[in-house]
């Protein structure tokens, strides 16, 4: 007899945390619906949340571990995989030092509750390894800002959208990401409700985005000139005597104040014009509703994170907020309370920051990591320190960080390579080892990183769907089984040391989060959650500094020489007239690796140039028509999209696509390949001071295919 069962859960496929309903039949989805009774996301889902179901049937995903042989790929058993792959790694540390093993860990990570636990244990035992993570992809300028400011990385400022009358958006589309570094299902809804309540939504972007169209007022920029436009601002709020620190007044120096004021002087709302393409009335109208709204949230997103200055835009963005009374207030900038906490009390202010820097390009490291960009000429380049072999765990580099191909190329030279993933897909293809955990339905699920980013408290613990398949092994067993391996004759002679470390071999991640909600500042546990099966409401945020504050001082840094002495690069800046190359993501796309579901790729082809009517036409190009994007590294053909909702000068092409590359095992993916944006991104744009990958503001050429062909 058939069974049917509802289960709630939370999606972990992007930041929004949607509670999901969903409807079982024996080991079949039947549906997947927004729970309403979820507190957070109030019943609403995307149409990612059906993608769950998609990854669960899915044929291509791999389950067991695989080897490559002289006769293609082969399943082994778990206990050979480890055996091996623990060998290998330890082989190559005592010929070549610790430094030779890479590790590169993508962007699921964060939303996997097993890998974000125990990863970090592996990683140890790996010892000096090399570091290398998306987030010098993504968000690093966001977490510099926040350690140097207030004193912890993970002090990340969430705008309390539901309290605000004004919200600027820059750089960000939340109506197609569904928010970030601010977990807020149901925007659509949410920014109804600020305009319901007489309050104004902007959009700064050099394109009019699917959020765009829901706001207020759109304002197109020029790419990466952002921080020019937030000098302005800054500087028209001291000009105007806007300036209100509220309850913040104690906390910050007034020093500190002068002196931003001070620095800040030379940037003018004309300059501002100049650079941004912004003209000045709208400039100084959009500080006045700003700085004079009762509540406001300038935010930032990626758009002004992965560019040339994202590291002094996210200072400065922060400074906007601070000096306009809008950082730690109802309605403004705020910290969440999570129950889950991982900011804690932990010996404040530690700068993880340049410590040591890369072997080849000299680049700082950040939080014992390198930036992405160098891991090919880390690889490449011979010497002491090269790195030898790789780790890659729920990411895949070759299409998500620039000059993919340069990447291909190194990760073919390794003695070694391991992935941790469930696709036999485009980085993946290059490992002698790939180790696939269970995943999605079939995992429990409590995340550990949002609900400290979400504009609302909140607390959810979701059981699994279904078990996963017999023989197949958890994230955190594999881990588990590596770090094992790895440490087995390293233990430390000391008793306790030892015992610790064996004992954390029987950990899981329930058993870790159950102790860590208890100790948290709910004095909550797992039979408390499992007791609520849509989550528990802990209430709108709340004005936590200064005791939050990690700083040793317990003030707020609103100048760090760090950012300060980066405004110097600001002098040397060129204007380019070419067209700059930004990004874009679509609803139905999820970086790179959800392309290998039917629902998700039909429909017209979304891997196109978006390019302004004018440059068309100058270049004589029509609708469709295949175009060659041509930049310093490379080229692409793709098919051109006219349309005035991007600016004249700027071109965009989404992320995540390119799967036509041999070898890989997505027949879907493979048959709607598009081409990757990475293979024209030269992995020497960077931000300089932080050492994030510049993706957005690439200058490139766009031709008609066949004019090149005449060349
Ligand atoms: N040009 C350009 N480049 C970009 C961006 C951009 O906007 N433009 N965006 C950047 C950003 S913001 C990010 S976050 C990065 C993302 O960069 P990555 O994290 O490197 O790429 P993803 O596409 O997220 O790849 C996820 C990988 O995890 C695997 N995976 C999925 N679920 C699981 C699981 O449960 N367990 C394991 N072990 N593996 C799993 C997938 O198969 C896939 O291989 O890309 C960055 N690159
Ligand atoms: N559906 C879907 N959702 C996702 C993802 C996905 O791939 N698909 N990826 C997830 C991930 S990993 C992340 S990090 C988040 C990202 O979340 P968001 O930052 O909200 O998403 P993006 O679409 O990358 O938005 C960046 C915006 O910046 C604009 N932009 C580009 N250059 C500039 C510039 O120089 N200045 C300004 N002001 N704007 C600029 C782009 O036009 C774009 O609208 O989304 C997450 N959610
Ligand atoms: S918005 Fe994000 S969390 Fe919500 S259903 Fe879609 S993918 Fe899942
Ligand atoms: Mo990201």
Request: proline share 5%.
């Amino acid at each position: 007899m058939s069974v049917t069962k509802t289960h709630y859960r939370t999606c972990h496929l992007c930041e929004a945390m949607c509670g999901l309903e969903i409807v079982t039949q024996d080991k079949e989805v039947l549906s997947i619906r927004g729970d309403k009774e979820d507190p957070l996301s109030r019943g609403h889902i995307c149409p990612k949340a059906y993608g769950l179901k998609d990854v669960y049937e899915d044929p291509d995903r791999l389950k067991f571990p695989l080897k490559k042989t002289e006769d293609g790929w082969q399943q082994i058993s778990w206990e050979a995989a480890f055996d091996e792959v623990a060998d290998k790694l330890q082989t190559i540390q005592k010929k070549y030092g610790k430094q030779a093993v890479g590790i590169y860990q993508g962007n699921p990570s964060t939303h996997n509750l097993g890998t974000i636990l125990f990863a970090r244990n592996f990683v140890r035992a790996l010892g000096k390894a090399n570091r290398f993570s998306a987030t010098s992809v993504d968000q690093l300028p966001h977490h510099l800002a926040a350690m140097y400011m207030f004193g912890h990385d993970f002090l990340l400022p969430i705008p309390d959208i539901d309290r605000t009358d004004c919200w600027v958006i820059m750089g960000g589309n939340p109506m197609v990401s569904n928010g970030s570094i601010m977990t807020a299902p149901d925007l659509g809804k949410r920014i109804r409700a600020i305009q319901k309540r007489g309050g104004k939504v902007i959009t700064i972007d050099p394109r009019r985005t699917e959020t765009s169209d829901k706001v207020d007022q759109h304002i197109f920029i020029k790419p990466s000139t952002d921080v020019w436009l937030l000098l302005a601002l800054i500087r028209e709020v001291f000009e105007q005597n806007w300036v209100d620190l509220k309850h913040l007044e104690k906390s910050i120096p007034a020093e500190e104040v002068a002196f931003l004021k001070k620095l800040t002087n030379p940037y003018t709302i004309n300059l501002a014009a100049q650079k941004t393409g912004i003209d000045a009335i709208t400039i100084s109208t959009l500080a006045k509703e700003f700085a004079t709204a009762k509540s406001a949230i300038f935010y930032g997103r990626l758009g002004i994170s992965v560019v040339e200055f994202g590291g002094i835009s996210h200072w400065l963005l922060n400074c906007l907020n601070i000096i306009t009374g809008n950082m730690d207030v109802a309605g403004g900038m705020m910290f969440p309370s999570p129950a889950f906490d991982t900011v804690g009390n932990r010996a404040a202010e530690k700068m993880r920051f340049g410590r040591w820097k890369s072997r080849v390009r000299g680049l700082p490291e950040f939080n014992g990591e390198l930036p992405a960009v160098t891991m090919a000429e880390e690889i490449l380049t011979s010497g002491e320190g090269q790195i030898k072999a790789m780790v890659t765990s729920c990411g895949n580099p070759i299409l998500s960080v620039p000059n993919g191909k340069k990447l291909e190329e190194a990760f073919e030279q390794l003695d070694f390579m391991v992935s941790i993933d469930i696709y036999l897909n485009e980085t993946t293809r290059h490992a002698d080892i790939i180790l696939p955990p269970a995943t999605g339905l079939e995992v429990p699920h409590y995340d550990v990183v949002f609900h400290q980013l979400a504009i609302r408290n909140t607390s959810k613990y979701s059981p699994i769907v279904f078990e996963k398949e017999a023989g197949t092994k958890y994230d955190y067993e594999i881990y588990t089984e590596l770090t094992k391996r790895l440490q087995a004759d390293s233990l430390p002679k000391d008793e306790k040391q030892r015992q610790g470390i064996l004992f954390s071999y029987h950990l899981t991640p329930e058993i870790i989060v159950d102790n860590v909600l208890k100790t948290g500042q709910y004095s909550l546990s797992l039979k408390d959650l499992k007791a609520k099966p849509h989550g528990i409401d802990l209430g709108p945020l709340q004005s936590r500094f200064p005791d939050r504050l990690q700083t040793r001082d317990k003030t707020i840094h609103l100048t760090p020489d760090l950012f300060v002495q980066d405004l110097e690069r600001l002098q040397d800046t060129q204007v380019t007239d070419g067209l700059l190359l930004i990004g874009r993501r679509h609803l139905r796309s999820n970086n790179s690796w959800m392309h290998n579901s039917q629902r998700f790729v039909k429909g017209r082809n979304r891997c196109t140039l978006l390019m302004h009517p004018n440059d068309a036409q100058q270049r004589g190009l029509e609708k469709n028509a295949i175009v060659v994007v041509q930049s310093n590294i490379g080229k692409v053909e793709i098919p051109v999209e006219i349309s005035d909702e991007i600016m004249e000068g700027v071109v965009s092409i989404p992320h995540g696509w390119g799967h036509h590359r041999k070898g890989t095992r997505l027949a879907i993916a493979e048959a709607h390949a598009g081409v990757s944006v990475n293979d024209l991104i030269d992995e020497s744009l960077i931000d300089a001071l932080s050492g994030n990958a510049a993706v957005n503001g690439v200058p490139v050429k766009v031709f008609a295919k066949k004019i090149v062909e005449n060349y």
